[in-house]
């Protein structure tokens, strides 16, 4: 990776900035090829610490729990150093950000936990002795566009949604969207305990109602790994006249 790194720095010099995180949602990902995925963050720790002195040009010695390395060395290095950003919603990967990185990538924050978060991540730069704190934080945005909210499918969805986690109170929550020329999909993982199925009009029932009516798909269950999935996928209609 750091000699793919240099290359790329040296076709568009100053222009590239390396994003790095420890993968997704689904474990499964890594544990189908072999790794164990509690040990992502350990993982990353490693690679970043050999790949930040890689692209000095120096030499590498580099003894770890998972990789070794003996006097190696790229050349020629990056001209100039190249910014590492790490994305990750955990403290765990704010933190990492502040020891191993240039700037942390958020998502789905608010601006309270946007600010924390940068504070955390020049807590833990200064403890581990680096001159500067991170400076290069950024925020992913996602967002869908309609000629208006009624024209959104997604909408009644996303309301009961919000109503449901209101009610259980669940600390944190995650709502993911995709839309396509002929669905949309939308996913809401928190760290609650659900709510009922029973019921009408409301919570889990209310979004089984409006999915239904809207002829899409709806799955609601714990997760294996604690919290509770809830998912819709709606078809997009296609506007009159169009074919």
Known sequence: MARQLADIDRLAPGRLIFGV?????????????????????????????????????????????????????????????????????????????????????????????????????????????????????????????????????????????RLELARLGTGRCMVSIDCRDEELSIEVVDDGRGGSIAGIGYGIAGMRERVSLLHGHFTAGPRPEGGFRVAARLPVPVPAGVR
């Open 21 to 161: 995180g420890v993968g997704g949602e689904d474990r499964h990902e890594v544990s189908v090829c072999g790794v164990d995925p509690a040990t992502r963050g350990l993982r990353m720790n490693e690679c970043l610490t050999v790949l930040r002195q890689l692209l000095t040009g120096t030499e590498v010695t580099f003894h770890g729990k998972f990789f070794d390395l003996d006097e190696a060395v790229i050349i020629p290095p990056p001209a100039a150093p190249i910014p590492i950003t790490v994305g990750g919603r955990s403290d765990a990967a704010i933190r990492r950000a502040g020891r191993l990185g240039d700037g942390w990538l958020g998502i789905w924050n608010s601006p309270r936990r946007f600010a924390a978060a940068a504070e955390m991540a020049a807590q833990e730069a200064a403890l581990t002795g680096r001159p500067d704190p991170p400076a290069r934080h950024a925020m992913q945005v996602w967002c869908g566009l309609a000629d208006s909210r009624e024209a959104d499918p997604g909408t009644e969805i996303r309301d009961a949604a």
